[in-house]
């Protein structure tokens, strides 16, 4: 199976580094780094972009149409929470972005793990309801994107009639779906809708007891692929790049000990506190247990910001990075996120030194497992 890379593009230059509430799914728009930070990837070999979704930030869909306006192969991956916007209107959109990207988008289906995130946007269903209603909203969303004929639904939260839509999305048979839960709630769903499974990144051996949970529970008609977040940090030698993510750590534990804007620190709650994302949580567990797992999976900074999003790095050398990449992919990963603490030169890094080598790899196992067959 061939490997996919995705990056992540944000609005503004900014990262973990640069404060303890900044995002990089939030904040102003700097039209001109969009465009940059995007041909960025689409220079360096990324399939894919991830734009982020929160509960302050920029409409990701405006954002994906505008950076796909300033490229022309990279694909946008467009982060979503169900329960806002509804299902029939959201696949209209979607279909008719992807008729005007000449179909190089897909859907990233966040269903929420802060109440605090989803009460800003008026919802307060708890964490379990959630996922029952992501269910309801995927089924009405991928039947308007492929109904040839006018339905009709109707389930606990929604109640469409003669549902149908004119425009149909370019790719066959549907836009792809991405999703993202680690929750007991979250896996048959994801099971049931997604073309590619989203998992933060675990070692090795938690990340294949978690496909074997999601193909478990999978309807035999369906095969969805597996994709791991990481955040590489990458050195000439491999002492340099330990000498960087202990600089980074430093840094990050710095800003979220000090005091912004007359608020106390930030740091002993988020140590303190269990988030109520699963993902987090398991994230934080795995920081409890050991600040290295497998070859170099480091996992302090998940622990410095309560796991909040995609945090535990991969740190070494682009060929030891690269190898270690590889080893997910022996895992069963086909789909690889990979983002930095400095994004923008980060992404230029990771596109010349690290991309090539994993596509390399790869094609190297493919063309001697056709020879074997």
Do not use: C
Request: hydrophobic letters at 40%.
């Amino acid at each position: 199976m061939p490997i996919e890379f995705i990056g992540m593009i944000g609005t503004r230059q900014i990262s973990e580094l640069d404060g303890p509430r900044v995002a990089i799914t939030g904040g102003s728009i700097d039209a001109a780094y969009v465009r940059k930070f995007a041909q960025a990837h689409e220079n360096g070999g990324f399939d894919r972009v991830l734009v982020g979704y929160g509960s302050t930030g920029p409409d990701s869909l405006t954002v994906a149409s505008f950076a796909a306006a300033a490229t022309e192969r990279l694909k946008f991956l467009i982060a979503h929470r169900p329960g806002f916007v509804a299902p029939t209107l959201f696949a209209r959109k979607t279909a008719t972005l992807d008729h005007f990207t000449n179909g190089r988008i897909a859907v990233h289906i966040i269903t929420g793990g802060s109440d605090a995130e989803q009460q800003r946007d008026g919802d307060w269903l708890d964490h379990d309801t959630r996922y029952r209603r992501t269910d309801e909203y995927l089924d009405i969303v991928r039947r308007v994107w492929i109904s040839e004929t006018p339905f009709d639904y109707e389930g606990e939260f929604y109640r469409v009639k003669d549902a149908y839509s004119d425009v149909k999305s370019l790719q066959q048979p549907h836009i792809p779906v991405y999703f993202g839960g680690a929750s007991g709630a979250a896996v048959p769903v994801g099971a049931k809708h997604s073309d590619v499974y989203a998992m933060w990144g675990e070692p090795i051996v938690a990340i294949k007891e978690r496909i074997r949970e999601v193909k478990a529970v999978t309807p035999p008609e369906r095969s969805p692929r597996f994709s791991v977040s990481l955040r590489p940090i990458l050195g000439d030698t491999e002492e340099k790049a330990w000498q960087r993510a202990h600089s980074i750590l430093s840094h990050v534990k710095e800003i979220r000990a000090a005091k912004t804007d007359n608020q106390p620190p930030i740091a002993p709650s988020l140590n303190s506190a269990r988030p109520e994302a699963v993902g987090s949580s398991r994230l934080l567990q795995f920081a409890q247990e050991s600040e290295i797992f497998d070859k170099r999976l480091w996992t302090p900074i998940a622990a410095a910001t309560g796991a909040y999003g995609n945090t535990t790095a991969l740190v070494g050398t682009p060929e030891q990075v690269a190898e270690s990449l590889v080893d997910y992919y022996d895992a069963g990963v086909t789909t690889l996120l990979i983002r930095g603490f400095d994004p923008l030169e980060d992404a230029i890094a990771y596109g010349r030194d690290v991309i090539p080598l994993v596509r390399a790899e790869v094609q190297r196992r493919e063309r001697q497992a056709a020879v074997i067959a």
